[in-house]
């Protein structure tokens, strides 16, 4: 069955063309992987068949250099390999490119990696998204059939929305963190971009599994996505929220994520109203996700002084001033920026970490109560259109459905985008997720529209 599955742009000649693996895409590449360097790792599961594939440059591979997209760690090389790298050599993907980022994956628009601009690749005036801004481009122009990000806040879906593929992102815990770079370790989770839903269950039949190095892994309590993912009869309780068609900015949006909900109530489905929200405590998101992934990220990252990693050693006259220098010429604005966001966050007599670890329990419990009123919810992917680039603001608005999707990373539940009018930049999308531990319902659901569509 798996190995039946057919991959879309699937042209393998041009993957040997010299001209090909010289090109940079836009940015989107940061490092070439040669295969002839994998051959140690055993193919012992052939479901991704000789697919190639690019991984974000935030997961560490022991033979191809690991940036981050931030200058404090160039040219630096792991020692070892990410699990979620070494699953999908070992089940015959075939890794092409290491993609580039937002630095640390910190950043939502593609702007502020070390390694240059990544922008949409069908528009080049307009954002591609971020943090996962290379493996985006390089699956939605179809230079590889899926690709590996991480989806911290939102990293993997709403750039998926930019360019109208399908971007997901696991329960959190059941695919290994081991070798991904931590960014906020409480949110962060591994998630994938493919150009059909199939796909993507293909890929966590791959990559779900517990695993001992991993100190945040979390046994699966679920198998078989792909084989299992036709509704047959089945008809599902779907969960709307009304008041945030109020935030939709984009008219065209509105529209299509009405006709994605007529066309599962025609084809039986029960569409169920979630009207008495409570949309405050919800609307806290974006403040309680900056007081906490600030600070994780500033304590996940104090290992970066430029002494074991990186080429700064030699500036600066002590311990102190040295850390100074490599941190000063080491790191961009927009990590910088956060970094403070977290001292203050630490320091200030408010104690916004308690505050916001609070606040997220809260969050939690409100969106799991919503949640458990169906199997699934679904909501608007994005409350507008990819951005153009010369209109960017890096401080993201506090519109609740801008940050809407962070909630899912807050609570830990399986979440899928995916378009509904594929018109290349401006694709309109939706967003399904669901309780924790419930993907299959979600790619259910999802390759269901997919399929009336
Ligand atoms: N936009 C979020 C941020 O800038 C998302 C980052 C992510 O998911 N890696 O923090």
Request: aromatic fraction near 12%; proline fraction near 3%; glycine fraction near 6%.
């Amino acid at each position: 069955m798996f190995n039946e599955h057919k991959w879309k742009n699937i042209n393998l000649e041009k993957y040997k063309n010299e001209i090909f693996l010289k090109k940079k895409y836009d940015n989107s590449i940061i490092s070439k992987f040669d295969i002839k360097d994998y051959e140690y790792i055993k193919i012992i599961n052939n479901l991704l068949n000789g697919i190639p594939f690019a991984i974000k440059d935030n997961f560490s591979t022991k033979k191809v250099m690991t940036t981050s997209a931030s200058k404090i760690i160039k040219e630096f090389i792991p020692a070892y390999d990410s699990t979620v790298f070494t699953k999908l050599v070992e089940n015959g993907g075939i890794p092409l490119f290491k993609s580039n980022l937002d630095e640390l994956a910190i950043g939502s628009t593609g702007l502020t990696s070390n390694y240059g601009d990544v922008c949409n690749p069908f528009d080049k005036e307009y954002i591609v998204g971020g943090s996962s801004s290379g493996s985006n481009y390089l699956v939605a122009d179809g230079t590889v059939s899926f690709s590996i990000g991480s989806d911290t806040g939102d990293s993997v879906r709403k750039p998926a929305a930019y360019t109208g593929i399908i971007g997901f992102k696991p329960t959190w815990g059941i695919v290994s963190r081991f070798g991904l770079y931590d960014f906020a370790p409480t949110f962060d989770t591994v998630g994938w971009f493919t150009n059909i839903v199939k796909e993507s269950a293909l890929l966590l039949d791959v990559l779900q599994g517990f695993d001992e190095k991993d100190y945040s892994s979390i046994k699966p309590k679920d198998k078989d996505f792909l084989k299992n993912i036709d509704m047959k009869n089945e008809k599902y309780k779907i969960v709307v929220i009304p008041v945030l068609e109020e935030q939709i900015i984009n008219k065209e949006i509105l529209k299509d994520y009405k006709k994605a909900i007529n066309l599962l109530k025609e084809d039986g489905h029960k569409i169920i109203e979630a009207n008495d929200v409570e949309i405050r405590k919800l609307s806290t998101i974006l403040s309680v996700y900056r007081v906490i992934s600030s600070i994780e990220a500033f304590s996940c990252n104090s290992n970066l002084t430029g002494f074991n990693f990186g080429d700064y050693f030699d500036e600066g006259n002590n311990y102190e001033e040295k850390i100074i220098n490599a941190r000063t010429k080491g790191f961009g604005y927009e990590v910088k920026k956060r970094f403070l966001w977290s001292r203050e966050s630490i320091y200030s007599e408010e104690k916004y970490y308690f505050k916001a670890i609070k606040l997220r329990t809260l969050i939690n419990e409100e969106i799991n109560r919503i949640l458990s009123m169906g199997d699934v919810l679904m909501i608007p992917g994005t409350a507008d259109l990819a951005d153009n680039i010369n209109n960017i603001n890096n401080f993201p608005s506090d519109h609740l459905l801008n940050n809407f999707l962070t909630i899912f990373n807050s609570n830990g539940s399986p979440s899928l985008t995916m378009p509904i009018t594929k018109n290349n930049h401006l694709s309109t999308t939706v967003n399904i997720s669901s309780l924790p531990f419930h993907d299959k319902k979600v790619f259910k659901l999802s390759n269901r529209l997919e399929e009336l569509l």
